[in-house]
Nanobody, 123 residues
Framework: QVQLVELGGGLVQAGGSLGLSCAAS????????MAWFRQAPGKEREFVAG????????FYADSVKGRFTISRDNAKRTVYLQMTSLKPEDTAVYYC????????????????WGQGTQVTGSS
């Protein structure tokens, strides 16, 4: 129902910043909760940050709280993830996700996924 494309991955020195964006297709973007997940080599895909459909509620994993910021622009059908103070342990493929439920913190809450973009925090 929603197609998602992530942009903005790259290689950044530890302590640096990087912004990701996720462009969504479809008119119903504004009613979907959105989130970012990441998957590091050898690890499960984990929740990073989520934002409610109206953008008024956000939720962050403890590992990124205070460093990452999720936001959205429904008019542009885009969700963003601004990452600061990057650490080597932030290295992963980052995925954008869309869901229509009341919760937005687990993989099961999201039915649409982007292709992923690599983020590397070098030491």
């Amino acid at each position: 129902q929603v197609q998602l494309v992530e942009l903005g991955g790259g290689l950044v020195q530890a302590g640096g910043s990087l912004g990701l964006s996720c462009a969504a297709s479809g008119r119903t973007f504004s009613i979907y909760n959105m989130a970012w997940f990441r998957q590091a080599p050898g690890k499960e895909r984990e929740f990073v940050a989520g934002i409610s459909w109206h953008g008024l509620s956000t939720f962050y994993a403890d590992s990124v709280k205070g460093r990452f910021t999720i936001s959205r622009d429904n008019a542009k059908r885009t969700v963003y993830l601004q990452m600061t103070s990057l650490k080597p342990e932030d290295t992963a493929v980052y995925y954008c996700a869309a869901g229509s439920g009341t919760s937005y913190r687990t993989r099961d809450d999201f039915g649409s996924w982007g292709q992923g973009t690599q983020v590397t925090g070098s030491s």
